[in-house]
C-alpha cells in the first residue's frame, strides 16, 4: 500500500470493530469519494506504539458524507478525530507463484514469517507481503513482441515446485493488448517482466504478481468477455474414500458439506479427503480454530507425506485464523482461499478447497451484522445468509481457460453446528445449496465405524448427474446397483430397529439375511480403515473390483438353514473381505483371501 498520506477522513465514533468515519471535503468542496469495500487505514493517535500504526478496515456502508468500516484488528486507543485514509483498493490477495506451500492468516499475512520474527501473531498494525518480493523465479516467456494477448491469456511460465505456474495476462486487463518488450531471466514477482500496450496506445508493465479483490471471483471478466467458459462438472472427485466414492460421489468442481459433532472424525476425514483426492492443489480455510489447533496444523501439515511424492504441503496453501483474531479477519479469510484456489484453477490446474468451518464464518458474519444494527433474520443471523452462502459455493466450478485447459475448484465445506442441531440456520441454508452431504455421526464414531459418515442421512445429487460417467469408465448398471445397496442399508436397519424390540427369535429368517447382508456391507465397503496403510486408500478402479465380489456373495448365497448357520456364514465372511482390503492387490495374500472366500461361497471352507 503506498506511502502516499493523504488524509481523506476521520473518525467519528467508535464500536468495537466498527468505526464511524466522517469524510473529509477537497479543495472544491466535494466530499471525497468513497466506495463500498473499499480498503482504508485507520491512524490512531493516542497509543504508545514505537511507529504509527494503521490499521487496515474495510467499507461496509457509505451514507452521505459518512461510512461504517470494518478494521481487521483491535481497535483498542481508536478514538474520534483519529486520521483515516483511503487506499483506493478493494481488499485484495496477491496472485504469483510463491503461494504454494505458504501458511497465511486471513489477510495474507505469511504467518511462518511472522512466527520467526514476532512470535506466532501479527503485532497490531503489521503488514507483511503475501509473496516474497526477494525470492528469484525464472520466466520463460510464451509470448513475442507483436503478441497480443487478453485478459487470462498465458504470458510465461514459472517452475513452482513440481508445477509450472502459468503468469497469465492481468484479469483487469480490457480488450486487446500488444506485447510491446518482453524479457527472460531470474526476477522477482515484483520486476516488470512483459510491457503491453493496449487498444488506446496506454503502456502497462506487468510484473510476475497482480493484485485481485478477494469479493470478486478471478474470472469473472473473462466469463463476461467470453475469454473463458463455464463447464458442467461431468467428473468425480475421486477421493478413494469407498464411502464417498460409490455412495456419495463429490463432482470435480463441485460442493459438498461435512457437519461434525466433536470428535465423530471431522479432522482426520478431512486430511484423507485432502491427501489422497485427485486434485493438484490443496486449500485449507481454518476459520475460528483455537489457536492451539491452528499452530497444530501448522507444525503438522508440512511434515504428512504426500502419496505422490514429497510433502503434501508443497502443494498446499494455508488460511488460518484463530478465534482470537478479529472477526473482519476471519469473516475475509475465506474469500481469500477462494480467490487463491480460483487463481490456480485458472492455470488449469485441479484445486480443493477445504473451508473448516463455514459455522465460524457465519458467526463472523451475524457480530457484524449485529454491530451495524442491521435487521436481524432467523437466530440472529443478518438476512442474506443464505444468500451469501450461496455467493461462496458458486465459486467452484469448472472452468475451460483461454487456452483451452480443464481447471477445477471443489469447495467443500464444513458445519459445526452447536450441539449437532442439523435444524439451525447455516446447516440448513448450506444444505439447500451444496450437492453432497456427508453426515458425520457420532453415534457411529462411538461404534468406531470410520469414516463415521452416515449412509442413512447422507446424500449426493451427484451420484445420478455423473451417472454417465460411471457408466462408462466403470461398467453399465452402476449407478443403479448403487441404488439397490443404499436401499438394502435401509432394510437392514429397519430389521435392526425390529429386532431391537423382538429380539433375533422375533424376524424371519429372511428378514435376518437382510440385516446380515446390510452389515457385511456396512463393515466391508462403508467402512476403511485411516490407520492401514491399504486399506486407507482404495482406487476407484479396486472399489469396482470389492463392489462386484461383494455384491456376488451377497447375492448368491450357499444354503443357510438358520440364523445360526447365517450368522457364522457371515462373520467368516466379513473377516475374509476384511483382510482382503488389508491386502494389495497384487500379493500373495490377497490371492490367498480370494480362494478363501470362494471355497466359504462353494461350502468348501467351514464358516468360522
Ligand atoms: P473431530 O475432528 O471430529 O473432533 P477426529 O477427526 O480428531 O475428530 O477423530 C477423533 C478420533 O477418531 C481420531 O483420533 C481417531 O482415533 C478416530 N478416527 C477418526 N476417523 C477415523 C478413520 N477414518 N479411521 C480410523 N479412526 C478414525
Not at 100 to 123: H, K, M, W
Not at 401 to 421: F, H, K, M, Q, Y
Not at 430 to 440: A, D, E, N, P, Q
Not at 557 to 583: H, I, W
Request: glycine letters at 8%.
Amino acid at each position: 500500500m503506498s506511502d502516499a498520506v493523504q488524509v481523506s477522513a476521520r473518525v467519528s465514533a467508535v464500536h468495537d470493530d466498527i468505526v464511524t468515519i466522517r469524510l473529509l471535503k477537497d479543495e472544491d468542496g466535494n466530499f471525497y469519494p468513497i466506495i463500498k469495500n473499499e480498503v482504508v487505514l485507520v491512524c490512531p493517535q493516542r497509543t504508545n506504539s514505537e511507529f504509527q500504526e494503521k490499521l487496515q478496515a474495510e467499507v461496509l456502508r457509505v451514507r452521505y458524507g459518512e461510512a461504517d468500516v470494518q478494521v481487521f484488528e483491535n481497535t483498542r486507543g481508536v478514538a474520534v478525530g483519529d486520521a483515516v485514509e483511503q487506499t483506493g483498493e478493494m481488499l485484495s490477495v496477491a496472485l504469483g507463484p510463491g503461494l504454494l506451500g505458504q501458511v497465511y492468516d486471513g489477510l495474507q499475512n505469511p504467518l511462518e514469517l511472522i512466527a520467526g520474527q514476532q512470535g506466532f501473531f501479527l503485532p497490531r498494525g503489521y503488514a507483511v507481503d503475501g509473496i516474497d518480493a526477494q525470492q528469484h523465479w525464472s520466466f520463460q516467456p510464451k509470448v513475442k513482441i507483436g503478441s497480443t494477448v487478453r485478459a487470462g491469456d498465458l504470458l510465461g511460465t514459472v517452475q513452482e515446485g513440481r508445477f509450472e505456474h502459468r503468469i497469465l495476462a492481468p484479469f483487469n486487463l480490457r480488450g486487446q493488448a500488444e506485447v510491446s518488450w518482453v524479457q527472460e531471466g531470474s526476477f522477482t514477482v515484483t520486476t516488470p517482466v512483459v510491457r503491453l500496450s493496449d487498444e488506446a496506445g496506454r503502456e502497462r508493465e506487468v510484473t510476475m504478481q497482480q493484485s485481485w479483490p478477494v469479493r470478486i471471483p478471478v474470472n469473472r471478466d473473462l466469463l463476461r468477455e467470453g475469454y473463458s467458459e463455464r463447464l458442467f462438472p461431468d467428473k468425480p472427485l475421486q477421493t478413494s474414500i469407498r464411502l464417498i466414492d460409490t455412495f456419495f460421489p463429490v463432482a470435480r468442481g463441485g460442493t459438498a458439506c461435512i457437519p461434525g459433532p466433536f470428535g465423530a472424525g471431522k479432522t482426520v476425514l478431512q486430511s484423507l479427503i485432502s491427501r489422497y483426492s485427485d486434485v493438484d492443489i490443496v486449500v485449507i480455510v481454518a476459520c475460528g480454530e483455537r489457536a492451539g489447533e491452528v499452530v497444530e496444523t501448522i507444525t503438522e501439515f508440512p511434515n504428512t507425506p504426500d502419496p505422490r511424492g514429497g510433502t503434501l504441503m508443497d502443494r498446499t496453501v494455508i488460511i488460518c485464523n484463530t478465534s482470537s483474531m478479529p472477526v473482519a479477519a476471519r469473516e475475509a479469510s475465506i474469500y481469500t482461499g477462494i480467490t487463491i484456489s480460483e487463481y490456480y484453477r485458472q492455470m488449469g490446474y485441479n484445486v480443493l478447497l477445504i473451508a473448516d468451518s463455514t459455522s465460524r464464518w457465519a458467526q463472523a458474519m451475524r457480530e457484524t451484522s449485529g454491530r451495524l444494527e442491521e435487521i436481524p433474520g432467523e437466530e440472529a443471523f443478518p438476512a442474506y445468509l443464505e444468500s451469501s452462502i450461496r455467493a461462496l459455493y458458486e465459486r467452484a466450478g469448472v472452468v475451460k481457460t483461454n487456452d483451452g485447459r480443464e481447471g477445477s475448484l471443489t469447495l467443500i465445506g464444513t458445519v459445526s453446528p452447536a450441539g449437532g442441531n442439523f435444524e439451525e440456520p447455516v446447516t440448513q441454508a448450506t444444505l439447500r445449496t451444496v450437492k453432497t452431504f456427508l453426515g458425520l455421526s457420532a453415534d457411529r464414531a462411538y461404534k468406531r465405524a470410520y469414516p463415521a459418515v452416515d449412509p442413512l442421512i447422507s446424500w449426493s445429487r451427484y451420484l445420478d448427474q455423473l451417472s454417465p460417467w460411471f457408466e462408462k469408465e466403470l461398467e453399465p448398471g452402476w449407478t443403479e446397483r448403487v441404488h439397490g445397496l443404499l436401499k438394502l442399508l435401509k432394510q437392514g436397519e429397519s430389521v435392526q430397529q425390529m429386532m431391537e424390540v423382538t429380539g433375533e427369535e422375533g424376524v424371519t429368517l429372511d428378514d435376518y439375511l437382510t440385516w446380515q447382508k446390510a452389515n457385511c456391507l456396512d463393515q466391508v465397503y462403508l467402512q476403511q480403515d485411516a490407520f492401514d496403510p491399504v486399506d486407507v486408500s482404495t482406487p476407484l478402479a479396486r472399489q469396482q473390483v470389492l463392489l462386484t465380489l461383494l455384491l456376488k456373495c451377497l447375492r448368491e448365497l450357499p444354503p443357510l438353514a438358520d440364523k445360526a448357520a447365517a450368522r457364522e456364514y457371515f462373520v467368516t465372511l466379513t473377516g475374509l473381505m476384511k483382510n482382503l482390503n488389508y491386502s494389495r492387490m497384487d500379493s500373495p495374500d490377497y490371492r490367498h483371501y480370494l480362494q478363501e472366500i470362494e471355497a466359504l461361497r462353494g461350502g468348501k471352507r467351514s464358516a468360522a
